[in-house]
């Protein structure tokens, strides 16, 4: 179900998106409309790539091999 919302727009800025819209035989309502579209698909995919990463670190141990390091060997004194 859609919803409508009320936005305040700098009577400047409104013209110009309005100009825009028509050149690309759209709507300024569709243009928002898409941009807070994009915003959530964008949110979720870096939530899902944060639950990716978060399953991946609880899954694997990670084996980090049995080479040591003393400190001298790290850095040139």
Same mark, same amino acid.
């Given at each position: 179900?859609? *919803?409508?919302?009320?936005?305040?727009?700098?009577?400047?800025?409104?013209? *110009?998106? *309005?100009?825009?819209?028509?050149?690309?035989?759209?709507?300024?309502?569709?243009? %928002?409309?898409?941009?807070?579209?994009? %915003? %959530?698909?964008?949110?979720?995919? %870096?939530?899902?790539?944060?639950?990716?990463?978060?399953?991946?670190?609880? #899954?694997?141990? @990670?084996?980090? @091999?049995?080479?040591?390091? *003393?400190? #001298?060997?790290?850095?040139?004194?």
């Amino acid at each position: 179900m859609d *919803k409508n919302i009320t936005l305040s727009v700098d009577s400047v800025v409104l013209d *110009k998106v *309005k100009v825009i819209a028509a050149a690309r035989r759209t709507s300024v309502n569709a243009m %928002v409309r898409s941009y807070l579209n994009s %915003v %959530v698909d964008r949110e979720q995919s %870096v939530d899902q790539a944060r639950e990716k990463l978060l399953e991946l670190a609880r #899954e694997k141990a @990670g084996d980090m @091999g049995t080479q040591t390091w *003393k400190r #001298e060997a790290l850095y040139d004194r």
